[in-house]
């Protein structure tokens, strides 16, 4: 069964594939499952039909028969879990790649996320210019770890697993920000997720989703 997932009619980053379906997206592409998209307007995703799949109004959501998901992590777990090519055989390896699927999403995107909204939505605040830079420092501080960690590896733990798909996920957030430029191994890290064959199938997906209209 092909499953279906949903993604913004028209992505907010202008299809720069920041928008979380991108993650599922290259999740489907990676382990070779072909798949359906739903395009859901910004009206539509706070209509009944679309809040029964996502209570949040967001996206993305996964259907596939009677199962229905949403929340990006939750849905490349699942695909994970489901496919080969994204978890290791071994278990203790499997079990590290979650672990860093839960790193990427609660302990680096939420730091990116508030410099996000201090560069985005705060800019105009009298309180902004002081803030800023410590929202900044915090990202930082998060990074100089991971970078610590990855060292001159290819990936977080020997071969690209899931979590690799969700921590570059994450990290392609910052790049607007020139915060990443400052870690040479994350950027070089990031370089190489979107290289892989998966990852560009899945970005150019959604690009052309967002192609100007004519």
């Known amino acids: 069964m092909i499953p279906t997932i949903t993604a913004f009619e028209r992505s907010p980053d202008g299809g720069k594939g920041l928008a979380r379906d991108t993650r599922v997206r290259w999740a489907l592409e990676e382990v070779g499952q072909p798949y359906a998209v739903r395009p859901v307007s910004f009206r539509a995703m706070r209509e009944p039909a ?18 229905a998901l949403f929340e990006s992590g939750a849905i490349v777990f699942h695909i994970a879990e489901h496919h080969a090519g994204l978890f290791p055989d071994d278990a203790n390896a499997r079990a590290r790649a979650i672990t860093w699927m839960f790193a990427a999403l609660n302990t680096v995107e939420p730091a990116i996320l508030e410099l996000a909204t201090a560069r985005l939505l705060e800019g105009d ?7 800023l830079p410590l929202v900044a420092d915090r990202v930082r501080d998060r990074l100089k770890q991971l970078s610590a960690h990855l060292g001159t590896a290819d990936w977080l733990d020997g071969v690209f697993s899931a979590g690799d798909l969700m921590m570059v996920s994450v990290l392609l957030r910052l790049r607007a920000s020139g915060v990443l430029d400052e870690f040479p191994g994350l950027a070089a890290y990031v370089s190489r997720g979107e290289a892989r064959p998966a990852y560009r199938r899945a970005f150019a997906a959604q690009l052309a989703i967002n192609a100007p209209l004519e």
């Open 125 to 131: 605040k009298p309180w902004s210019r002081e803030r």
């Open 50 to 67: 679309h809040l029964a799949l996502h209570p949040f109004g967001k996206i993305p959501t996964y259907e596939e028969g009677d199962l």
